[in-house]
């Protein structure tokens, strides 16, 4: 069943996570904060994001150098991934982040100054299915890992989308770079996740059994800001968004440039990156009433698990029209 104790080492995690962030804060402040750059042309923003193929746009604008020929001066700022890069924005460390709609609803119920500016890219195959070697129905699950955010979100669709009660099978969350080795060892029998953990839990003698499409799972990729800072930066952030917009045209465009600029911005495979690419598409656009109803579906999930003590106030967080106003 869902065990409530996977979640005791998480908090001192997430403190861990935030200590850091704000020490490297500190010691950056004088000369690559958000209220200057060291050359005073334009403010330093920092975008806080994972290292997998999905922010292929950020890592492509980055290497050919496109905020800086737009006049902007913007950092990424690698971090783990999942609910870190949203974290980063509420601790000060940057400016923006990119998150799947999944893992920032419950970063925004505990900071409801977060706020989601547009979607970059979406995808229903991008996530898939491993199950370890013997288990040849999903009837035979009795344990699955899991990320936290859409991961958690993905497993639970899955095994009800299979007549399984979520709650008789133990799902046992940790980061994704345990899950493969979990996998081998027998110690559960499946997961949902994207590459490189998918290729390497194949190798590790699992097998694909599907993507997350399968079960009628989307994620959509948003990027947030803090409304304290995006109140005074509105301009400068359509301005950001505008260059992932088009990078998102390029990354659809040439897969390969944007596997190259991903082994270099953050030593991705080219190959897997590729292939990757092209289960995701990459469009930046408006949010819109679709985007609050899929929230809400997601929050109440949230809720009823008791990861959330309530839902977010949707249409406070989820700022629909700003891309068109501000990014377009």
């Not at 809400?296 to 029209?321: C, E, H, M, N, W």
Request: net charge positive.
């Amino acid at each position: 069943m869902f065990r409530r104790h996977s979640r005791a080492g998480r908090p001192a995690a997430a403190l861990l996570t935030l200590l850091a962030l704000l020490f490297a804060t500190a010691c950056g402040a004088g000369t690559t904060d958000s209220a200057g750059s060291a050359g005073g042309s334009s403010p330093t923003v920092r975008i806080a994001l994972g290292v997998d193929a999905s922010y292929a746009p950020l890592y492509l604008a980055a290497h050919r150098g496109m905020f800086e020929k737009a006049g902007l001066d913007v950092r990424l700022m690698k971090v783990e991934g999942g609910p870190a890069a949203a974290q980063a924005v509420t601790a000060g460390a940057a400016q923006l982040s990119a998150n799947a709609d999944s893992t920032a609803l419950p970063q925004m119920a505990g900071n409801p100054r977060l706020r989601a500016l547009g979607a970059f890219q979406s995808s229903g195959r991008y996530l898939k299915v491993v199950l370890r070697k013997g288990v040849t129905s999903p009837r035979q699950i009795k344990t699955m890992g899991s990320i936290q955010g859409i991961g958690l979100y993905a497993t639970h669709e899955y095994l009800r989308h299979h007549d399984i009660d979520p709650d008789s099978v133990r799902i046992r969350q940790t980061a994704p770079q345990e899950i493969p080795t979990m996998l081998q060892r027998g110690d559960i029998d499946g997961y949902i996740l994207f590459d490189p953990w998918v290729s390497k839990g194949v190798a590790a003698g699992g097998r694909i059994a599907g993507s997350i499409g399968d079960f009628g799972v989307t994620y959509v990729q948003w990027l947030l800001a803090d409304q304290k800072w995006l109140k005074e930066n509105r301009k400068l952030a359509g301005e950001i968004f505008k260059v992932v917009a088009e990078a998102d045209r390029l990354v659809t465009k040439d897969p390969h440039a944007a596997a190259l600029a991903a082994r270099e911005e953050a030593q991705l495979p080219v190959a897997g990156t590729k292939k990757a690419v092209g289960e995701i598409s990459f469009k930046a656009r408006a949010l819109t009433s679709a985007d609050v109803t899929s929230s809400r579906r997601i929050a109440d999930f949230l809720v009823q698990q008791k990861l959330i003590k309530s839902a977010p106030d949707l249409d406070t967080v989820l700022l629909r029209g700003w891309y068109d106003r501000y990014a377009r």
